[in-house]
């Protein structure tokens, strides 16, 4: 038995920051944000973690013509759930009705999605569930300082979702590759989250980031899980369709491509829209990346990401079954009623 990817969905809350609007509050400008990362805007959520990972989750059920009662196992990748209990999964399992669905959140940071799918993918093969939901979800922007021009320019908020089922036929999850660093918890942390949050303390709550190190780190060990997951799937870099990579930055993408000698026009980009949305980048680049034609059935394709941790991981898959979608979902929100550029002031 192996497992295989059967929807997919995503879901992006409307409001959109550019680099302007961030320009117009902090000592920045669109020319920096854009030659440095590649990301032109950026989308904040009106909506928490659980409400976007549901939409996304709808959306990847449609896709896959799955009903919500067969679904064994939910897995929200995050690193901003909505509460530290319950787990986000359970509010999913309750908004879809996923009732016979055990449900669990899971922490890799940016490699949320990756470490998510090696482990359905290995519950699958090992025949204790069939079917499974695996989101990629963040909220991060209430974590974002306005005084930190260096991190505040490269998130976003934003859910994907995918399907993942049991197959005995052709087209499988083939290798998946993780890995973590502990050395490095201090690259890219929330200091005073979690169980240090103190709740009579004033202080900021934010994303710090050493950008230079998490760089380096990001081109490094997304080339190597790359090339790890290629080796063992017995794949050869000429075999690989396409990369949907972790959206961090465009250069962190360029310099691995090139690394691994993966060819031009061969990596999934979407950073300038949305920026980095963490777990979420990567169902989300997939999602799209099919909706505009860039996966056909039996195409080799490999995931990888890097993130806090340090963490990351590889996926080698070969698309088993059907790009056309079974069903379409449509999200039915309530539009936010200020600016993004509002909406992440007032959570300064
Ligand atoms: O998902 C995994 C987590 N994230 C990542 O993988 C991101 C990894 N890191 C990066 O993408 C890059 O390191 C950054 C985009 C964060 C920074 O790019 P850089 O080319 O490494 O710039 P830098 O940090 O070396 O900064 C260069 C200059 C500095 O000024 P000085 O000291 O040279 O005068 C910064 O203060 O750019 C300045 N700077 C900015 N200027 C305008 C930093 N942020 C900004 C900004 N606007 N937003």
């Not at 059920?61 to 759930?81: E, N, Q, R």
Request: one cysteine or more.
């Amino acid at each position: 038995m192996k497992a295989t990817i059967t929807g997919w969905g995503k879901y992006l809350p409307p409001a959109v920051l550019t680099n302007d609007d961030l320009a117009s509050v902090i000592d920045t400008n669109d020319e920096w944000i854009t030659s440095r990362s590649g990301i032109r805007k950026r989308r904040i959520s009106h909506i928490d973690t659980s409400e976007m990972s549901t939409h996304a989750a709808r959306e990847a059920l449609a896709t896959s013509g799955v009903d919500p009662k067969d679904i064994d196992f939910i897995m929200v990748c995050t690193c901003s759930p909505n509460r530290l209990i319950p787990s986000t999964a359970s509010y999913v399992q309750e908004h879809i009705g996923a009732v016979n669905a055990g449900a669990i959140d899971a922490n890799a940071a940016c490699s949320g999605y990756i470490y998510g799918l090696s482990m359905v993918a290995a519950m699958i093969e090992a025949e204790h569930i069939e079917t499974a939901l695996v989101i990629g979800a963040e909220r991060l922007s209430p974590y974002m300082s306005l005084d930190d021009r260096s991190t505040v320019v490269l998130f976003g908020d934003g859910a994907g979702a995918s399907i993942v089922q049991a197959t005995e036929g052709v087209g499988a999850i083939e290798a998946t590759v993780i890995g973590n660093d502990g050395a490095f918890t201090d690259a890219l942390t929330i200091p005073g989250s979690g169980s240090e949050a103190n709740p009579r303390d004033d202080g900021v709550v934010a994303v710090t980031m050493d950008g230079a190190e998490i760089f380096r780190g990001a081109v490094t060990k997304m080339s190597e899980s790359a090339n790890a997951a290629i080796a063992k799937a017995g794949w050869d870099i000429g075999d690989v369709d396409l990369l949907v990579p972790h959206q961090a930055n465009a250069r962190i993408i360029d310099s691995v491509a090139r690394r691994i000698k993966l060819g031009e026009g061969r990596a999934f980009v979407n950073i300038a829209e949305y920026g980095n949305t963490s777990a979420a980048t990567v169902p989300i680049a997939l999602a799209e990346a099919i909706e505009q034609g860039r996966v056909k059935t039996g195409d080799k394709l490999v995931f990888v990401a890097f993130g806090g941790g340090v963490s990351w991981g590889a996926v080698a898959l070969e698309w088993g079954g059907s790009t056309e979608p079974k069903g379409s979902y449509v999200a039915d929100v309530e539009p936010p009623t200020k600016t993004a550029l509002e909406m992440l002031q007032d959570l300064q």
